[in-house]
């Protein structure tokens, strides 16, 4: 299985899966419409920003609100996420699958699923933090330098995309071994990795190529109208509510076509490269 072949069957099988975007879409949109309307926005420099809080009281107002919405949204991320890779075998032997059919994987897997979403937030930032402390501490003993304080960041961050990257399949392998748990598929995705480290970086950089692309067409092409619209309509270019919200179905289907499509593409480039392994699934 060659990073081509996951990435244009991925892209071909999104497109069956048409009425998880648009929900995926519509969810997210309102989402970020209520968020414009319950946290106070400002605008810097063009862009918008939620300028720090004043007191005690206001920061664990705003923590609430955005809890509120964030962790529904997750959520709701996790159990489209089941659906989409729950139904993926079926429509790779191209058998029609309907939005119900797919809801139905998305309930099935979804304890699950959300275990594991709750598992990997927790092991990557406790590398994070581990990586974090261990710059800090070298810090500390070395004088704290101004140039050795960056590698507090640094280390943090680096240590959690290596924390994501081997377990980067582990969602896959969760479904397609139903018997087991997200700890066995933590182990199966480290050894997976390590085994097609070319191959997975290749599928990374050629994926993500392919999302920078419709970015791109969606920035050049559809952002520019989408402004243009708003103007005739003498909406400001930050309306808060409703605006968002309708602007986001169209300005938003770029992420939640990606949001379809990179876990199939992982999908079938694990199912492809396991096969040849010698561990079937």
Known sequence: MTVFRAAGQGAKLSFKLWGVTLLLVVV????????TLLLPFEIVNGQTRVPPPTSAGEMASRLIIGLGLYLPMMAFSLFLLGGVLG????????EAVSTGEIF????????????????VVGVTLAAGMAAAFFFGF?????GRSPGMKYLISAGFWGAMLAAGLLLLYSPVIL???GGRGVMDSFKESKRFFNANRTGTFGLILWLSFIGALIWLAWAIGVAPVIGKIRAMMGIAPFAKGLPVFFFSLVLGLPAAVLSVFFPLALSIFYGGRNGHTGTGS
């Open 87 to 94: 139904s993926a075998p079926r429509l790779l032997r191209n």
């Open 28 to 35: 997210s949109s309102a989402v970020g419409a209520l968020a």
């Open 104 to 119: 139905q994987e998305a309930k099935r897997l979804f304890l699950p699923i959300l275990r594991w979403g709750v598992a």
């Open 175 to 177: 479904v397609k071994r």
């Open 138 to 142: 070298l810090w500390a003993v070395t």
